[in-house]
């Protein structure tokens, strides 16, 4: 499965998206389009990715522009995985 489309699915889960989430493409706008997407949500999605892919995210690697559109979300896990 593409790291997108893992993505994806932790974003329609823990948003609960049900359908929408088919409609997630990498130019989606996270923040200010997704009304369930708050901080809260933030702190979930960072532990999900964590499990997900087995990575360890710190407090100071992640930005707004981490979560400013799903692709940039993408990117971020691709080059943690390619760090570790």
């Known amino acids: 499965m593409a790291t997108i489309d893992n993505v994806r699915s932790i974003l329609k889960d823990v948003l609960q998206l049900g359908p929408r989430a088919d409609a997630l493409q990498e130019s989606t706008t996270l ?3 997704l009304p ?3 901080s809260v949500a933030v702190v979930t999605v960072l532990t999900a990715l964590e ?23 993408t990117r971020f896990v691709d080059n943690k995985l390619s760090a570790s």
């Open 36 to 38: 369930e997407f708050d």
């Open 51 to 73: 499990d997900r892919f087995g990575i360890m995210i710190e407090d100071d690697e992640i930005s707004a522009e981490t979560f400013e559109t799903v692709g940039n979300l």
């Open 31 to 33: 923040f200010g389009s």
